[in-house]
């Protein structure tokens, strides 16, 4: 039996055994996690979700926390000077060893989501329960609606839009952004997809000033 499981923006197709190494998760070596979303399970019936199969998971152990290979990333800035910097990044990994696929019954098993970390540490997130049953589809709530959270709007260059995909990382507060480094910098460049801005736009500098 297979399952074809999603996380961390990617889809990977898993059997009982496999070892995968995936976006870091919020979790410990040696905790037990479960991917619960699933789309496709395969074997003596194939079962396509729609687009998530209802009641099935993948599960897990956590071997390690390991970082990928260095890249180097080369950033040039239009309009500034013809400024130029080369930098070296490695992409924070979860070594996985799947245990276990369930076809169903995953919202009675009590095992630890699997919540890819972003910028929230894994101690925030570890009374996460184990997500239950998919609810019927509602409309999104608003980025501002995170209990909690910072006006990440008052950053320059950040609307809605922004704002959402920062929260659906795991960054809720000025304080997060202003502790980023060069690392973290080049991680949430690829992530949200713009190169360069965050440097730019002075992000950590302003998120200093509003944290105080």
């Known amino acids: 039996m297979f399952a074809v ?5 990617k889809q990977y197709k898993v ?9 870091k998760l919020a979790a410990d070596a040696g905790e037990k996690i479960q991917f619960n979303e699933v789309l496709m399970l395969g074997g003596e019936k194939t079962v396509v979700g729609a ?3 209802d009641g099935a998971a993948v599960q897990a152990d956590v071997i390690d926390q390991i970082k990928g290979e260095k890249l180097i990333k080369f ?3 239009r309009r500034k000077h013809s400024s130029k910097r080369t930098v070296g990044h490695r992409q924070k990994l979860t070594l996985v060893r799947v245990t276990d696929i369930l076809a169903s019954g995953a919202d009675k098993s009590g095992v630890k989501a699997a919540i890819g970390s972003g910028s929230v540490s894994a101690a925030a997130v570890a009374a996460a329960p184990a997500a239950k049953k998919a609810a019927p589809k509602k409309a999104a709530p608003k980025a501002a609606a995170v209990e909690g959270a910072d006006d990440l709007k008052k950053l320059s260059g950040v609307g809605p839009a922004l704002e ?3 929260l659906e990382n795991g960054v809720t507060t000025f304080a997060q952004i202003a502790a980023w480094g060069e690392a973290d910098i080049a991680e949430f460049d690829e992530k949200l997809s713009f190169k360069g801005r965050i440097e730019r736009e002075g992000w950590v500098a302003q998120a200093a000033e509003l944290a105080k």
């Open 15 to 23: 059997q009982a055994g496999d070892i995968l190494r995936v976006e």
């Open 51 to 53: 687009p998530l199969v």
């Open 75 to 77: 950033v040039k800035r």
């Open 164 to 166: 959402k995909k920062l």
């Open 5 to 9: 499981l999603k996380t961390g923006g």
